[in-house]
């Protein structure tokens, strides 16, 4: 009988997510029986309790918002990457039994970026201060962008991206959200922000042509931003981009075996 092993993403919510189709397709394609990938709704308080609580078999674990910073508290050891911005998406179960930390958003947010065509000497507009657009400025590091500007409806959420803009060796600008709309005709600009808080700007922004939109919500799709920003002409990257890039990492870490990536993106197109 095969040995059973488990893996799970949590965030609060987390009904909506898809991550199990991914991982649990490429189990079915890997042909890793025994394997299972699940959801389990989890606030960024009730995470240490829940990972402590975590039998031997399960192997790793996809951390959404809000819990990314709360992750990281929890692992013995992180990757430098994770350290830098200070937030982990992904926790992997050693042989000792212990966790280990990494960012997998980063080398996500860098695949498709890149992939859509944003080159050296960029300018970036990260909409939102928490877990995701820490990954954002790393990732913007990564593609040498010329300076980030950090949109924020608290000063001290931007204040508080300062050492990670720091650690990861890239410009910083800070931005109050009423300027958000001005702000958005930069060459790159991501959206990380919950559902429904980005809607107002789809109406008010004089979008550039060419200009990249990731916007890493996928439920609903597309949203409003998204939409408007399409229909004047800027390459769009949606959640669902960066879920996939991400997952590829994950599925890696957690089973030691390649990534059957064909095979992942077909279940998440078939799902969408």
């Not at 819990?67 to 200070?86: F, I, N, Q, R, Y």
């Not at 799709?221 to 949606?238: E, F, M, Q």
Request: hydrophobic residues 55%; neutral net charge; charged residues 15%.
């Amino acid at each position: 009988m095969a040995v059973r092993r488990r893996a799970a993403v949590l965030g609060k919510p987390i009904a909506h997510s898809l991550s199990p189709v991914i991982h649990n397709a490429g189990y079915a394609a890997a042909g890793l029986t025994g394997w299972s990938y699940d959801r389990i709704e989890c606030a960024a308080a009730e995470l240490p309790d829940l990972v402590a609580g975590l039998g031997p078999e399960w192997a790793g674990l996809s951390v959404t918002m809000p819990g990314k910073e709360a992750a990281l508290a929890v692992a013995a050891a992180a990757s430098p990457v994770a350290v830098a911005v200070g937030a982990a998406n992904t926790l992997v179960r050693r042989p000792d039994g212990s966790w280990y930390a990494d960012n997998t958003d980063v080398g996500g947010m860098v695949e498709v970026l890149a992939g859509a065509g944003v080159r050296a000497g960029a300018t970036v507009t990260v909409l939102g201060a928490g877990g995701t657009a820490r990954a954002a400025l790393a990732a913007a590091a990564r593609l040498a962008a010329r300076e980030v500007t950090v949109v924020a409806r608290r000063a001290a959420a931007v204040e508080e991206l300062r050492p990670v803009a720091h650690a990861v060796g890239v410009p910083l600008i800070g931005a109050a959200w009423a300027d958000a709309a001005d702000r958005c005709r930069a060459d790159v600009v991501v959206s990380t922000v919950p559902k429904g808080v980005a809607d107002p700007l789809a109406g008010t922004v004089a979008w550039r042509a060419g200009t990249v939109l990731f916007d890493a919500l996928y439920d609903p799709w597309p949203t409003p931003l998204a939409a408007a920003a399409g229909a004047a002409g800027c390459r769009i990257v949606s959640g669902l981009d960066l879920l996939l890039a991400q997952a590829i990492g994950q599925f890696e870490q957690f089973t030691g075996v390649p990534a059957p990536r064909d095979a992942m993106a077909a279940a998440l197109a078939a799902a969408r």
